[in-house]
């Protein structure tokens, strides 16, 4: 029998980041150039750490490097929170796309958390 990795793409905390880092930078690309240079080059590098984060903490070797990195991620999710409401204050996000980035920065802790439990239990070292 062969044994089975776990892949990166097989993490849906990683999948579900990286689709949202695609459909804010889908948003921010059509606004302004002072719009952009401000709020918009924040907010889409905030929302992209999110899955870089998680796809470098998963590349680590050991349990706490890779904890670490998932933490940061986390926090990434958090800090688009900021930017979304300020988005949302500022005019620049249609109702549906807030709350599509919203509900999403909702739930992506959750799972990252799920990920560290997974990863605590799982590796040793």
């Known amino acids: 029998m ?12 990683y999948k579900r980041a990286f689709a949202l880092s ?3 930078w889908d948003i921010v690309v059509k606004w302004d150039y002072f719009t952009k240079n401000t709020v ?7 929302i992209d750490s999110i ?9 680590r070797y050991g349990k706490k ?4 990195f998932y933490y940061y991620s986390s926090g990434s999710a958090k800090e ?3 930017w979304n409401e300020k988005g949302r204050i500022r005019k620049l996000l249609t109702r ?11 739930e992506l802790p959750k799972e ?8 605590n239990i799982k590796l040793k070292e």
């Not at 062969?2 to 905390?13: G, I, R, T």
């Not at 490097?65 to 670490?68: L, T």
């Not at 990252?112 to 990863?119: A, R, S, V």
């Open 2 to 13: 062969v044994k089975k990795y776990l892949q990166l793409n097989d993490v849906n905390c």
């Open 22 to 24: 695609n459909y804010v």
């Open 40 to 46: 918009g080059m924040q907010f889409a590098t905030a």
């Open 51 to 59: 899955s870089a984060n998680i796809a470098e903490g998963f590349g």
């Open 65 to 68: 490097d890779k904890v670490k």
């Open 80 to 82: 688009g929170l900021d």
């Open 96 to 106: 549906e796309q807030y709350k599509n980035i919203f509900r999403e920065l909702q």
């Open 112 to 119: 990252i958390n799920q990920l560290i439990k997974f990863t």
